[in-house]
């Protein structure tokens, strides 16, 4: 019950996100003239305000008041969920 309580206190007061934003795989070419690429990794961050967001530029107010800014020479794919 009480966390319901605060739950409900967060979401009128508070704004939290989380961004999911996939890296590109590291791309090895072979002996052979091919290109292979690794798997994709993922880097999870949280986020009071979204300032900007496209798939090559990010910027963000982090939980700490700090600013912060991601940009990319290709386009990424991310995924960004409201929590509260």
Known sequence: MLRK????WNGLWREEYQITIYYP?????????STV???PAERTFTAKKI???NPKHFLWIDLDDRHH???FLNPVVFHIIKIH
């Open 5 to 8: 309580l605060v739950d409900w």
């Open 25 to 33: 795989g590291e791309k090895a070419t072979l002996a052979d003239g």
């Open 37 to 39: 690429e690794k798997a």
């Open 51 to 53: 300032l900007k967001k």
């Open 69 to 71: 800014e991601l940009k």
